[in-house]
């Protein structure tokens, strides 16, 4: 209990310096290749998924790093998300 009789914690900001980053969006690049495939970059801390169909789950590629070439017999659907 405070001084004040509360028996709850209450709400506080710490600010640690500096701008806070803008939440946004991964951005995924794709540039394709001369003589066939691309290559996907993005932040590292993103992990890359692919599904072949968008009607089927995406499935994390583990090894995966940016830059990632993709051979063109791979097509699918690709994105980012948090690394499970």
């Known amino acids: ?18 701008e ?3 939440p946004g969006l991964p951005r995924l690049t794709i ?11 993005w932040e590292d801390h993103f992990g890359l998924y692919m599904a ?3 009607e089927e789950p995406f499935k994390h590629f583990s090894g995966a ?8 017999v791979d097509q ?4 980012l ?3 499970p």
């Open 1 to 18: 209990m405070d001084q004040e009789g509360a028996r709850s914690s209450r709400e506080f900001t710490i600010h640690f310096g500096g």
């Open 20 to 22: 806070a980053p803008e």
């Open 31 to 41: 540039t394709q290749q001369d003589g066939g495939g691309m290559t996907l970059t």
């Open 52 to 54: 072949h169909e968008l």
């Open 65 to 72: 790093l940016s830059p990632y070439k993709v051979d063109t």
């Open 76 to 79: 699918g659907f690709f994105k």
């Open 81 to 83: 998300g948090v690394k």
